[in-house]
């Protein structure tokens, strides 16, 4: 079983934060103006969607997420029934993401603004390495619990760091995906030791998210790379609130993961009507592309564009995240399961004697020419015998002849 990792690394703690430097923060948010979501604003800003961070748990008593998180659980055994009690080694990854993807603010100005403000947050809590659960039957049971919650997003800043992944997942994923639910994954990061994108974000069907730095090119140390990243958002010189009401520096995936979700949640309030697939259609065809290829190992389709996302005309596609994951099902899975067929051993045929020869009909006119038996069997000898007469024959009238000429002498 591989164990699941939270995919940010926390750069800096910044402070446990008075109002004046929370005034501050607004102000590091650099992407929300150069990736066009404050522009996305003026048409939506989240409401009526809802959004499942499965992570450490989010404290929803934190300032800028007020009235945010509007349900949860726990699925780790360690945490509290409403999820919003943080756990693990890492206990304030969950509500950092939370805050990056629908933080509020407060105080007109101050704290941090998520991308989807008004989007609803359900928190569930799961244990990075902590409790006696399996890992992996928790994510399977949080992602059953967010659809069954409502949810129309998922978020996961986390990472197996394996390419492939348990069959639960299939199951769960699966249900998901079958319910019209946009499953988002961080690709990891080179600098926690994840150097190729791990699941969820290789499963089919989910859309994954690989970070750049402030200048938009790839992050070395806060990405990673694989064919399954869908688009880039920013992984570095992220800000985001800490439990109890702080604030922190930080980089990683972990981060870029919610700036998508929370672009997935404009595009679902702008567009109710667009299945899952045309969504994630939707935010990578709008994608700003990085270079010539439309489509790369490193940055996806490209980075993400919040104001075209939700503006932009872009047809109707028959994309179906379920189809993608049930037909990787059918064949790798089968795969796997159906052993070599053993060679079957059969005994060596028996020649058949060839039936004897079964005598026809007599003729009455009689044999007009000889079979091979009756020359074998008799006509050979009766040559032989013929041959030796007519020798005997031929000597003795020499012989008479002869005896003749002696007596006329």
Avoid at 64 to 83: F, Q, W
Avoid at 124 to 150: E, L, P
Avoid at 244 to 260: D, E, K, R
Avoid at 297 to 324: E, M
């Amino acid at each position: 079983m591989a164990s699941l990792a939270a995919a940010g690394v926390l750069a800096s703690i910044l402070v446990v934060a008075p109002a004046a430097f929370a005034d501050a923060i607004r102000d590091r948010e650099y992407w929300l103006a150069q990736y066009g979501i404050s522009q996305a604003w003026s048409v939506t800003r989240g409401q009526g969607v809802t959004v499942a961070v499965i992570d450490t748990g989010v404290d929803g008593s934190h300032p800028d997420l007020a009235g945010a998180v509007i349900g949860g659980t726990d699925v780790s055994g360690e945490g509290t029934s409403n999820g919003q009690t943080p756990i693990g080694d890492s206990s304030e990854h969950g509500t950092m993401v939370a805050s990056l993807l629908a933080g509020r603010g407060h105080d007109g100005d101050a704290g941090v603004m998520g991308v989807a403000p008004e989007a609803s947050l359900l928190s569930i809590s799961v244990g990075f390495g902590v409790g006696n659960i399996d890992s992996d039957a928790q994510i399977a049971s949080a992602v059953r619990w967010a659809v069954d919650n409502g949810a129309d997003v998922i978020n996961m800043s986390l990472t197996r760091n394996t390419l492939e992944w348990p069959e639960s997942w299939d199951d769960a994923f699966l249900y998901a995906m079958e319910r019209d639910v946009v499953i988002v994954a961080a690709a990891g990061n080179r600098g926690s030791g994840t150097t190729q994108v791990g699941a969820p974000a290789t499963m089919p069907g989910v859309l994954t998210v690989a970070g750049v730095d402030r200048n938009g090119n790839a992050s070395f140390d806060a990405s990673s790379q694989g064919i399954s990243i869908s688009v880039s958002a920013p992984s570095e010189e992220l800000v985001g609130a800490l439990p109890g009401g702080g604030y922190a520096q930080w980089s990683g995936t972990s981060g870029a993961a919610p700036l998508v979700s929370g672009l997935v949640a404009l595009v679902r309030s702008a567009h109710p009507e667009l299945s899952a697939g045309n969504v994630i259609n939707r935010i990578t065809q709008t994608a700003t592309q990085v270079g010539s290829a439309a489509e790369s190992p490193i940055y996806g389709h490209g980075r993400i564009n919040a104001v075209a996302a939700v503006n932009s005309r872009v047809p109707v596609v028959n994309d179906d995240p379920a189809a993608l994951l049930k037909d990787w099902i059918r064949i790798y899975r089968r795969a796997a399961a159906t052993p070599t067929p053993a060679a079957t051993i059969k005994p060596s045929p028996t020649p058949t004697p060839a039936p004897p020869p079964v005598a026809g009909p007599a003729n009455p006119m009689g044999t007009l020419l000889p079979t091979v038996d009756s020359l074998r069997n008799v006509g050979i000898p009766l040559l032989v015998y013929v041959t030796l007469v007519i020798g005997v024959l031929l000597l003795g009238r020499r012989a008479l002849r002869q005896f003749g000429a002696v007596r006329r002498r």
